[in-house]
Every structure is written in structure tokens, then in C-alpha cells.
């Protein structure tokens, strides 16, 4: 029987427009289910949405929308992103789309609350804490901040939680730290890379307590088996999807007999945001069920744009709109998987993307592939030369040197590919391109076609040449589908490259005398200035859009009052493109003020802070802590007039509480802070406005 290999996405939420950050993982996951297929692999690729819980709910409620209506035009939208950039069904990409809506999840998860609850896991109590809709969790004390009111904020949100007490279903995870450890131990590959892998085992060593898994004030969601009051905790739900999609506990592909062919996944991938779901609840809900684990949960890095996570909560994303309007989606592609070593975080510029495009695919890639077809339509009119004549002693040992390396290249390819270093499985064959390169300039064949004589060596270089890159087009195909694809086309080949598996290529297997295809170019240079520009007025177009979208979502009725307003008069002017104007109200409720520092010193373990006293013109003097200490001498800065934000909710910082925050320029790519002030004379505490 076939080898089976079944890789997941995360699902998504279908409360954010799809950017980079989703369409990353998806890319990877299609990378390795094109490697799997094509190594001959009966292979599962399942991605999908999210689309239950009080924050979707909630979203849709700020749309003015129907939750059904909110979602489905988010789920359209996803997929006609993943379409775009040919992840879906129809372009060989994924074979199921799970929505947690359907029908067959609904069953299928509560048939694995049923399972678990039968054996004894979960039991009815009462919860009372604080929960964060944007996290779906309740939050410990420790990954909150002090809000105002009482309120604590979460931090990873920067929004104010939700107190929830009420009835809830509790599922035991206390039961399964031991359990869960002797996993660890055994599976060293079930979760992955190593270093969150040490990360998992601390946070289960510390200690887990039994888990609220129902909510009885959220209605958008699964109703609780048996007692409809209550709805599924929304990660109970949505982890489920892995097992639901494939035919547990409902009928959808035949069942039960399709789940357990695919079932357990291969390969989980996930951020590393949404590892401890994956890894400590996820296998702890299946081992309750007596349902088998996945092999591996692999955790990938973020992408970060301007040094921070890219998020709709920032709002610093890579809009998938001026990418695919911009590159290719091999070029896409290839950024993702070479730039980005995978498990660790990544800096997205396009400067980098177009950089790669240009010196990896056009310069690399494509003028091999470009030069070596030209000069076989050129000098050997479009046939792959017969390797009859005799050549030098030297090229033919250089040439059979090339083999080895590309060869090598291929073997060092798969080794990376299947360890998911993905960066490196890509740097081999770089390497052996440039190898080839290197081979053809010092052969010099245009000099070789002068001369009759000399035809052995020509024919020689040419047929290693086409064969270095029949040999690419095959390695490259789960990367580059589009353009390994076309390079096959032009050497000739009719069949799909994908199809070929790469323990079939066999150095020297071209035959000789056979046509090459119509030479076209793969991969056309960018011009880096103008693309550049372009990007930079789409960027700021689609940002005004959304920009636009939120305030419309944040508040309907005052938004739809907003345009109305500016129906009527001319005095409202409209937002330039990239500008999302505030009305003045809003810049009212920052309260600026002049501030003189008193004291400052540096905070102990904490290069970056200073600790100040500042006299904002209150009776007291007020603390603040102020990320400047790279920059500024502390005793520099006594006696100076600083402005500050009076009104920001206080803050603990290392310790110190911090009420109030001053204002910096921030200056270059270091966003090196540069203290705003004045020339004149002010007093302490009189306001800005
Ligand atoms: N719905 C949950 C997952 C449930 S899986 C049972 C969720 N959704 S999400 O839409 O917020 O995120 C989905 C995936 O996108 C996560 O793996 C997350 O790490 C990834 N990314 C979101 N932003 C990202 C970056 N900036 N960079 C890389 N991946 C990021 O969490």
C-alpha cells in the first residue's frame, strides 16, 4: 500500500483580511504536500476557517452583519486569496477546505466531546475570571496589565478583557501533565523545533490546571452535547477540525475508514503563537478520547515588518493585493521558503523580496536556464547535442565533476526538505546553479561555436548544461510549480514535472538529438526603483481603504452620520490616500502636557529604561519609565522640559509602575527616540492642544 502523508494549516479566523502572515503558512504547507505527492506519497493537505467564538460574533455585529453573512464573506475571501496564489483544490493545492460551520465538523466535534466526556474528563463547574476574545482564552494575572477601572488589558491585545462568571464545563487537564511529559520524552519529533519544544516541556512542568471548556454567554458556536445551554470553548471546537475534516465522527469522505487511513497527521503546522494549543490542550483533548496523536506539531516563526509582528492588531501587514499585484507567486514563494529560516522569525521587506528576485530567480535561475536554451537553438539548432565527438580531457572531467555536484545538490535537497529546513534544502541547489554557471563561463562554449574542431566540447557543455537543469526543473517543482513547469516545457519535456519523481533522474538520462522547447524568459528583472515607488502608493491606497473599513466596522451608525455629514458639506475634507484622518474629538482625549525630569536613573537588568520623576504641574511628582537609556545619559537629562501623554493608563514596567509616557521622535531604521520639546520657556504641566 502507498505511503500516506496528511499536513494541516491552523485554521483561520475570519475576523482579519488575509495577509502574509496566513498566506505563509499555506505556502508551506503546500511546498511539502507537492514534495510528499511527488515522492510518490498518497498525500492529505487540509486547510481552513475558523469561524466560531464572541469575537467573530462580535465583528459581525460591528459590520452590521448577519454572523452567517460576516463569515461566509470572509471564507470567500480566503479563498479566493489562496486561489490567487494557486493554493487551492483546482491548482493541485489543497484537497479540503474545513469550515467549523459545516455540518460535518459540528458532528464531528461533538463526537470527540462525547468520547471525551464519556471517559470521564470533563465535569460541570463554575468559572470566574477574565477572558480575552482576541486570544480566545482566559488570562492568568501575569499576561495582563493594569487597565483602567480595574479592567487589566491583555498584553498581547492591548485590550480590555472580558470578566466572565458563569457556569462552565471543565475539561481535567491537571490529569494529563505526566501523561504529556512521558509523550514529550518519547516523541523528541512531536513537537518541533527543539527550542519550542523546551519551551512546552517548562510550561507543562510548571503545572496545569483543569481547563473552562464551555461558555454558557457565548451563542455563536457548537452546542455542548446533551446540555444546549452551554456552547464548546472555541479551541475545542477548532482543534477538532483536524480530525472532523477527515471523516471522524461523521460520514464526509466515507468516514471512519478515510480517517484512519490519514489519520494521525504527519505534519501539524502551526505559529508559534498557537503552540501551546496545539501541544499541550490538543493532545491532552485526544488522549482523553483515546484517539492517536499527531507525529509532529511544527512551530514556525512570525513574520515581523518594522521589527514587530505583522498583525491587524499593529495594522503592519503585507497586503496580499500589492503582492500578488507586484510578483509572481513563485517569486512569492520562494521568499517565503528561502528567506525565512523556518522555525525562526523573519523580517518581510520588499526591498529584501525584489533583492531575491532578482539575484536568485532572474540572475540564477532564469539566465541559466535562458542562456543554456538560447545557445542550444543558436549552436545546435534546437537540439540537445548527441554526446558523439570527443571533448578536451579537462572539460570532460569537469563536466562529469558538475554531475556529481548536481547530484549531490538533489540528495542534499531531500535530506533538508524532509527535516523542514526548507532555507537550506534551497541554498544546495543554489550553490550547484552556480556551480553550472561557473562551468558554462569558463568553458566559454560561444568560443568553443567558432571553431568545427572543437564541437565534442560544445556539445559537451551544452548537454551538461541541459541536463543540470532538467535535473533543477524536477528538484524545484514542489517550490516553483509555475516556472519549473515552463523550464521543463523549453527543455522539450511534455509530460508535468511534477509528476517525475526525483529518484527516477539519473545523471546522463537525456537523450541526445531530441528538440528543446520555445525559449522564453522565466523570471524578467525588476525594475527595484520603480516597483518600489509603485508599491509604496499601493500600500498607502490600501491602508486608507482599511483604515476607512474599521471606522466603518467600529461604529456604523457614527460612521454612516460621518458620510451623511460629508454629503452635506464642503468643509469636511476628504482623507488623502494613506491618510486616515481622526476628528478632533478624537485628538482631545490625549491629554499632552509639559514636564520638567527631576530624577533619572537607569533600571537594574533593564538596558533600555530609564526610571524618571517628572513635575507635570500636579502637586506630586509623577514616575515614568521611558525605553531611552541607549540613548540618553540620565543625568543629562535633569532640568529638561519634556512633553508627556498625562492621561495613558498606568503601566508596571520591570517593577516600577509608569504614569505616563514621554514623546520621541523616532529617528531611521533603529527608530532611535529623539526627545520632543521646546525653544521658548514653558511652565510644567500647561497643556498641548
Ligand atoms: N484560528 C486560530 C487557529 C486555530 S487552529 C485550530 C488562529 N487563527 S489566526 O488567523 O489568527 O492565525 C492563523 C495562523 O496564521 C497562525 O499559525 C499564526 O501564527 C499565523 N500568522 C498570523 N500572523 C503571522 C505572522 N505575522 N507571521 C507568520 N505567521 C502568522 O490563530
Known amino acids: 500500500m502507498k505511503k500516506t502523508f496528511y499536513v494541516t494549516t491552523p485554521i483561520y479566523y475570519v475576523n482579519s ?5 496566513h498566506l505563509y503558512t499555506t505556502i508551506v504547507a503546500d511546498t511539502v504536500a507537492r514534495y510528499k505527492r511527488q515522492r510518490g506519497f498518497d498525500t492529505f493537505f487540509l486547510t481552513g476557517t475558523d469561524e466560531h467564538g464572541q469575537n467573530i460574533e462580535r465583528a459581525a455585529a ?32 489543497y484537497d479540503f477546505w474545513i469550515r467549523t460551520t459545516s455540518d460535518i465538523h459540528k458532528a464531528g466535534a461533538s463526537e470527540l466531546w462525547r468520547r471525551v466526556r464519556d471517559n470521564g474528563y470533563i465535569y460541570k463547574g463554575q468559572y470566574e475570571g477574565w477572558y480575552c476574545v482576541g486570544c480566545n482564552e482566559f488570562k492568568p494575572e501575569n499576561e495582563t496589565k493594569p487597565g483602567p477601572d480595574g479592567v487589566p488589558i491583555c498584553l498581547q491585545h492591548e485590550r480590555p478583557l472580558d470578566k466572565v462568571a458563569e457556569e462552565s464545563y471543565f475539561f481535567k487537564l491537571s490529569e494529563f501533565q505526566d501523561k504529556l511529559l512521558a509523550h514529550y520524552e518519547k516523541y523528541p519529533d512531536f513537537i518541533r523545533p527543539e527550542v519550542r519544544r523546551n519551551e512546552m516541556l517548562s510550561f507543562v512542568k510548571s503545572g496545569l490546571n483543569d481547563l473552562s471548556v464551555s461558555r454558557v454567554s457565548v451563542k455563536w458556536g457548537i452546542p455542548v452535547p446533551d446540555d444546549p445551554q452551554h456552547t464548546m470553548y472555541v479551541w475545542f471546537d477548532a482543534l477538532s477540525n483536524y480530525i472532523t475534516a477527515m471523516g471522524f465522527g461523521n460520514d464526509h469522505f466515507g468516514g471512519e475508514v478515510h480517517f484512519k487511513k490519514y489519520w494521525p497527521a504527519d505534519l501539524q503546522l502551526v505559529g508559534k503563537d498557537i503552540l501551546r494549543f496545539h501541544t499541550v490542550y490538543w493532545p491532552a483533548f485526544l488522549m482523553a478520547a483515546g484517539v492517536e496523536l499527531p507525529k509532529t506539531v511544527f512551530a514556525h516563526g512570525m513574520w515581523l515588518s518594522g521589527g514587530r ?44 523580496l525584489l533583492g531575491r528576485v532578482n539575484s536568485d530567480l532572474a540572475e540564477g535561475l532564469g539566465n541559466l536556464s535562458s542562456r543554456t536554451l538560447t545557445m542550444v537553438r543558436n549552436y545546435c539548432g534546437g537540439e540537445v547535442p548527441a554526446l558523439g565527438q570527443a571533448a578536451s580531457d579537462e572539460l570532460s572531467a569537469q563536466a562529469a565533476e558538475v554531475g556529481e555536484a548536481v547530484t549531490r545538490a538533489g540528495a542534499e535537497f531531500d535530506q533538508a526538505f524532509d527535516a523542514y529546513s526548507f532555507s537550506r534544502g534551497l541554498e544546495a541547489v543554489w550553490a550547484a546553479i552556480a556551480r553550472v554557471d561557473k562551468f558554462i563561463s569558463d568553458a566559454k562554449p560561444w568560443d568553443l561555436a567558432k571553431a568545427e574542431e572543437k564541437r565534442g566540447s560544445l556539445d559537451l557543455v551544452l548537454y551538461t548544461a541541459v541536463e543540470a537543469l532538467r535535473h533543477f526543473a524536477v528538484l524545484l517543482a514542489p517550490v516553483l510549480p509555475e516556472s519549473a513547469q515552463a523550464i521543463w516545457e523549453q527543455l522539450g519535456e511534455s509530460s508535468n514535472v511534477r509528476d517525475v519523481a526525483p529518484s527516477t533522474l539519473v545523471w546522463g538520462g537525456r537523450e541526445g538529438g531530441t528538440q528543446i522547447g520555445e525559449v522564453k524568459p522565466i523570471f524578467p528583472r525588476l525594475d527595484k526603483k520603480k516597483i518600489m515607488e509603485e508599491i509604496k502608493q499601493d500600500e498607502a491606497a490600501s491602508q486608507s481603504a482599511r483604515a476607512q473599513e474599521n471606522i466603518t466596522q467600529a461604529a456604523p451608525t457614527e460612521a454612516a452620520a460621518a458620510a451623511n455629514a460629508s454629503a452635506s458639506t464642503s468643509s469636511v475634507t476628504e482623507a488623502a490616500p494613506g491618510v486616515a484622518y481622526i476628528g478632533i474629538e478624537d485628538f482631545l482625549k490625549v491629554e499632552l502636557r509639559v514636564a520638567q525630569v527631576l530624577t533619572a536613573e537607569r533600571v537594574p537588568k533593564a538596558d533600555k529604561l530609564l526610571r524618571l520623576t517628572v513635575d507635570v504641574g500636579e502637586p506630586q511628582p509623577r514616575q515614568l519609565l521611558a525605553g531611552i537609556a541607549q540613548y540618553y545619559e540620565p543625568e543629562k537629562l535633569i532640568g529638561r522640559k519634556i512633553i508627556v501623554v498625562a492621561n495613558l493608563a498606568p503601566r508596571k514596567l520591570r517593577g516600577f509602575e509608569s504614569n505616563g509616557m514621554l514623546l520621541a521622535a523616532s529617528v531611521g531604521e533603529e527608530g532611535r527616540p529623539v526627545l520632543a520639546g521646546f525653544l521658548e520657556d514653558v511652565p510644567n504641566g500647561a497643556k498641548l492642544k
Open 17 to 21: 483580511h488575509p495577509h502574509l502572515g
Open 62 to 93: 460591528a459590520a452590521g452583519l448577519p454572523v452567517k453573512q460576516h463569515v461566509d464573506n470572509y471564507v470567500a475571501e480566503f479563498q479566493e486569496a489562496f486561489a490567487r496564489f494557486h493554493l487551492d483544490h483546482e491548482h493541485s493545492g
Open 309 to 352: 509582528k505583522m498583525s491587524k492588531t499593529i495594522g503592519n501587514v503585507i497586503d496580499l493585493d500589492v503582492l500578488s499585484k507586484h510578483f509572481t507567486r513563485d517569486a512569492v514563494r520562494y521568499f517565503c521558503l528561502r528567506e525565512m529560516v523556518f522555525g525562526q522569525d523573519g523580517d518581510f521587506t520588499y526591498e529584501a
